[in-house]
């Protein structure tokens, strides 16, 4: 059975122009979608506002029965989604079945919060029952990215609805299919009333109009630094809560002690994983000066030797990245830094949107490529000396989002550790990890914190509210 017909895979009418849909390996047409414009927003959300009142007061077996349908439908039509994944977005095959597996267990974790203690009873000064309890929030408004669209989107949208609230999800119009209407389809299919799911494919005005409705008091938005301040700015305007989920350029520190082919194979994965195009991406290479020149000399042959080319056709370690406005962001800061002064270890080159794995060493503060996130297949190689070098180092710059830490003493990972902000930390592997149950969320131009994942769910997608109840009515002075 197919789940996405392209005649049949957008059930509503929408008001914006149509997008084609691209492979960026071969820049075939893979079909055509139609984007959403203000209006849309507006009627999603007024739909979205009657269905919802409805969902919250369904029992919580029933909301759960149905997440937990939805995570079994992305195994069920695994084949499909991953050919999506595959040729949209230009995973690897992997990595699609990677986004996959998070897909269904964010859908199963998700069922599990329909029934979690939703309060608390407090202690009252007087004679009456005093708790807490958790509401919906009403209406979510999730926007999510290209890189992992389908995990990026599913870990709002499952954990929104199974607390009982209606969701517009705006994906990248590059990843309409594998992002926004796999989604629709799935949950569709799963047996979510109509009218609290919304696929609004469109441009930053769709976004903007997301932000700006007053009848969507959540955003959920996972993107870059810059359009996650703006999200922030104009969400605060409103006086609502946003999610914010935003870039990184997370360090990998390998100290002296670290046996050099493990850190190998963590700094390959952190750094080259998706081509780069994840937030959590090995950014900067930290490297200890007993190590550095064998850590550079092994990185680059290894780049060499990884495989970059067509994911659909071929069996290869790095596919496209997503369009050519990335491709040329990636090489400008490759050649800025090595007119810096940077040395090229290995890649810097490219064929059409292949770019080949690329190590820079010899870099410093004022590395283009090292100061800034690439969101490309680029790994920067920098030594320190010392601990506290590593530490000042790793805790420079504007992000705070992952880290990662390889070492033998264990003990003294989690020291250094402790030293070095982040949101996310790893000792004895790199920076790239997401599980369903662990919270995910940086810190200063990372983001707003941990908002996904476990109790974290409860704090983004509900609101507390305090209830009093008393057998006779109170008396009061006046």
Known sequence: ???????????????????????????????????????????????AVAAQVAWARAPHFARAAVLRRAGDLFARHADELREWLVRESGSVSGKADFELHVAAQECYEAAALASRPLGEVLPSEQPRLSYTRRVPVGVTGVIAPFNAPLILSIRSVAPALALGNAVLLK??????VCGGLALGAVFAEAGLPEGLLHILPGDAETGQALVADPRIPVISFTGSTAAGRRVGEAAGRQLKRAHLELGGNSALVVLADADIGGAIAQA?????????????TTGRH???DSLY??????????ADALAVGDPYREQVHLGPVIDRSQLTKIHGLVESSTARGARLAAGGTHRD??????????????????AEEVFGPVAPVRSFATLDEAAALAAAGPYGLSLGIVTRDTALGLELADRIPTGIA??????????AVAPFGGIAASGTGARFGGSANLDAFTQLRWTTVRREPAGHPF
């Open 268 to 280: 390959t994965w952190g750094s080259f994983f998706h081509q780069g195009q994840i937030c959590m």
């Open 1 to 47: 059975m197919t789940l996405l017909d392209p005649k049949t895979w957008q059930p509503r009418t929408l008001a914006g122009g149509e997008y084609e849909v691209v492979e960026p390996a071969t820049g075939e047409s893979l079909g055509a979608v139609t984007l959403a414009a203000g209006e849309d927003v507006d009627a999603a959300a007024e739909t």
């Open 286 to 288: 930290l490297v200890h």
């Open 293 to 302: 020149e064998e850590y550079v000399e092994r990185l680059a042959a290894k």
């Open 426 to 435: 790893h000792v004895n592997d790199q920076t790239v990890n997401d599980e």
């Open 353 to 370: 949107l292949f770019y080949r794995p690329t190590v820079l060493a010899d870099v410093d503060d004022h590395t283009p490529a090292y």
């Open 171 to 176: 994906p990248d119009p590059r990843t309409t």
